[in-house]
């Protein structure tokens, strides 16, 4: 394999490769097909921002992954992947978004010409980028195949990070840090939420420490006033005014890796109950930290997380984390492991979680989050933005 | 109804489902499942980043739309949605992301639960927001109904813009216009690509005219030198050269609703074939425009650009054009009509496109492209950006 990917070196991904091969096998898995985009730039490099077309990275039993996509996009793909030109392959672009036929198609009959026709396939069938039609037309064309469900096979072969994945995460980090500064900076009552969202788009790409910022897999989810009792509603231009609550669920991102954080802001004095809940939030998340070590549970930190904070008062019934790293759109989570009860998941060294202990309460929102890394003997924060309820009186 | 929607009269959203239910009716569809977060914002004013969990609006044989998704984000439904509250239904956090069970279940109780459950149910099949996952989950646990494909049903029904629509594009094309002058403005030999990304997003959100910028469902795709010779790379922190060309594949977004146009700038003397270019390329715009009128099909502009564009001895074989208008993250296009032989769609007043005749060369791209509105007699251009290859020498 020769690499053109500038992010790491090609025995990094050699080593994914195998390592995902090794997870099929003990699936009795011959041939994955993997869809999501963040696996595929994990397994080859590929970065483009091109899977609202139908396109996939094959790991076949044997040999480098092979590439797959609209022929228009095979010419990114050359500039971005590990594997040599002949693994590389587009299809026409008549193709594309025309209901007289699907690009699954031509995924069936590249399978074939490379003799995997009657191999038992592995698919991502919850997968964004892999829809109902998408399957239904592979299956029809592969009718000596046995398909299969690989959902997450490959999302949990990422879940230990390698060095320089942390070292990207970290510059992530620093650029986070710098985006909640200019927020705490900028906001005033009476600014349109547009214009502060501008100039945290400006901070998060321009990036930190001289590490450029990529683009977040989520946008900037800065609801303020009542809407923020709600976690996912975007930004538009009505101000921001006295005496309200804003949060900012923001990421920096480098070379795909993502170092989400969230912040509460509040314009003004806050009322007791805010303090009351930041300080059981900070509580609990001091609880839950003191759970995060190699050995223990992803639920462990759930656990104490929600035993602290009822012992305020306050309760949460959403999970409180998940695993991170590298993303796509529409969401920055890896999609495995998840604080809550019931997840078994041990926590390893080189794991890495957003802690999301986030309150929405009856009149705002109250979100005070870290990303943290777990260590040999414990765990890491990945940012120093000052964990609190921020306040400009 | 009543609405809390801030972008249309409930009027506008009764007549949306009007029309949505004739179409259902002429395909024999008794209840339609919609996933694609453009066509259930077009439904029912839903406008939420929650489209990485699964959620979907239904229409029903009468009566108002049911909201269904995530119960974190049925808050953010009531503050956004036109329905009553007894009409938006969320689901328990436990079903996020876990292999143990999956959130159709719940769609299929509650289709079931309004006594929807022997119906003919249309589902958006190829839709980036419903996996084969879901569907399969779905058909389990609908075992009295029949499911059929209705993958577009919606999207069609968007194709023809209302007067507000169209009001809202022209917003957003004042702002791709401001986008293009702060990207000749800046950009210079040296630059860090990231650093001139960080203006473009500034500019877009900030907005144009008094008009605030919302988010676009593709970043801005601003591929220099040899990058440009393919479509969709995204930035890093390599800097603009001189002697090289560089292409922006942007757009400005207002209350959702997209105004893409591309510009492509060459910083030092143009070589000869890139004014050779442009030449075809304006000289195939002016055909195809020509042909762009009411009553003409999409194929027309497509044959007439090819035709002018091939007998300056250019050749582009994907297609030149799609449908434009309301859109969520992974794609801008309406993913219905496309500039292309073969596509029969009779052009209508009030259709949207964006006519994206880009051509990429061996040692670079070249776009200039026009978001266009079909008038009652033939063609407006939303922009005013200059129709040139721009040069700073």
Wanted: aromatic letters at 10%; proline letters at 6%.
């Amino acid at each position: 394999m020769t690499t053109s990917s500038p992010n790491f070196p090609t025995e990094e991904y050699n080593f994914r490769v195998t390592r995902t091969r090794r997870a099929m096998e003990k699936k009795g898995i011959d041939l994955l097909v993997v869809s999501d985009p963040s696996n595929m730039a994990w397994l080859s490099g590929y970065d483009g921002w091109s899977f609202y077309t139908h396109q996939a990275v094959l790991i076949g039993p044997e040999g480098e992954p092979v590439w797959w996509g609209r022929a228009m996009d095979a010419l990114g793909a050359l500039r971005t992947v590990t594997m040599a030109d002949e693994n590389v392959v587009g299809y026409d672009d008549t193709y594309v978004q025309n209901p007289e036929k699907h690009p699954m198609e031509t995924l069936a009959t590249l399978i074939k010409e490379r003799g995997w026709g009657a191999l038992r396939i592995g698919v991502e069938l919850d997968n964004y980028y892999y829809s109902a039609a998408a399957h239904l037309t592979l299956v029809a064309g592969l009718p000596d195949a046995r398909l299969c469900d690989a959902t997450g096979l490959v999302n949990w072969q990422r879940a230990v990070k390698s060095d320089v994945e942390v070292t990207y995460m970290r510059r992530a980090a620093r650029i986070v840090e710098q985006m909640h500064l200019k927020i705490v900076d900028r906001a005033e009552p009476g600014m349109r939420v547009n214009d502060l969202v501008a100039d945290i788009y400006h901070t998060g790409i321009t990036g930190a420490d001289g590490y450029w910022g990529d683009y977040p897999a989520i946008v900037p989810i800065t609801p303020t006033g009542l809407d923020a009792t709600a976690p996912h509603l975007t930004w538009d231009d009505r101000p921001f005014r006295k005496n309200e609550s804003s949060f900012f669920e923001i990421a920096g991102v480098h070379r795909r890796y993502h170092c989400p954080q969230s912040r509460t802001l509040f314009l003004g004095r806050p009322p007791q109950k805010y303090l009351d809940a930041e300080k059981a939030v900070l509580e609990a998340i001091d609880a839950g930290l003191e759970q995060a070590k190699p050995g223990n549970r992803c639920e462990d930190i759930a656990n104490a997380f929600n035993a602290a904070l009822n012992k305020r008062g306050f309760q949460k019934d959403s999970r409180c984390g998940y695993s991170i790293g590298l993303s796509y759109p529409p969401d920055w989570g890896e999609r495995t492991m998840s604080f809550r009860r019931g997840d078994m998941t041990e926590l390893r060294p080189n794991m890495t979680f957003h802690f999301m202990p986030a309150l929405w309460l009856d009149d705002g929102g109250l979100e005070i989050t870290e990303p943290i890394l777990i260590t040999e003997t414990g765990v890491e924060c990945f940012c120093e933005t000052p964990r609190r309820l921020f306040v400009k009186e």
